[in-house]
């Protein structure tokens, strides 16, 4: 869907089927970010909504012209990150202290050939502990520096960096661990 000033001026109508049309096609690029966030399907939903929402109340400050796209994805980072920082124990997750029993990788009864490459790396993510997940995320693939992120969070500078080299250091063991079992099938 081309979203043109048209598409604008009947959104701020609150034409409900040009809304719903927008929700259609933004609807997989937002359950792309929040399942790279969030193992949860409720916490999933509540980000696809709450950024949906975000971006009707927020349609007159997007730049007709410019990837529409690229605009709803940013917003949709700006509510991963509100939704986190709204989380009361927030705080205690980007201790550096993590249980590790909690987020071990159980081996996958599916083939790994089964998987696409984008659902293997999520699967991946997901068993990083929620802070460490949330700080690689933001660094390795949404492209923030450890500033933006610790800004972001309201978190130390270190504590950020901590988390992405805890996460760089799990993802290494667990694709070291997805190796050594696809050699021994």
Not at 11 to 32: A, E, F, G, H, P
Not at 118 to 124: A, D, K, Q, S, T
Request: charged residues 30%; aromatic residues 12%; negative net charge.
């Amino acid at each position: 869907m081309e979203v043109n000033e048209k598409i604008i001026e009947r959104v701020k109508m609150n034409d409900r089927k040009v809304i719903l049309c927008l929700y259609d096609s933004t609807y997989s690029l937002l359950m792309s970010v929040a399942v790279r966030y969030h193992n949860q399907r409720e916490e999933q939903m509540e980000i696809v909504n709450s950024t949906f929402m975000k971006v009707i109340d927020k349609i007159d400050q997007y730049e007709v012209g410019t990837n529409f796209y690229a605009w709803v994805k940013r917003i949709a980072h700006h509510t991963v990150i509100d939704y986190f920082r709204s989380n009361k124990r927030y705080k205690e997750m980007f201790s550096n202290q993590i249980d590790d029993e909690e987020y071990y990788l159980e081996p996958s009864t599916k083939d790994e050939h089964q998987f696409s490459q984008e659902e293997h790396i999520e699967l991946v993510l997901s068993h990083l502990p929620p802070a460490t997940r949330v700080s690689f995320n933001l660094f390795a693939i949404d492209g923030y520096s450890y500033k933006e992120i610790a800004k972001a969070l309201d978190v130390g500078y270190e504590t950020v960096k901590w988390h992405v080299k805890e996460a760089r250091k799990r993802l290494k063991n667990i694709l070291k661990e997805d190796t050594l079992e696809f050699e021994r099938k």
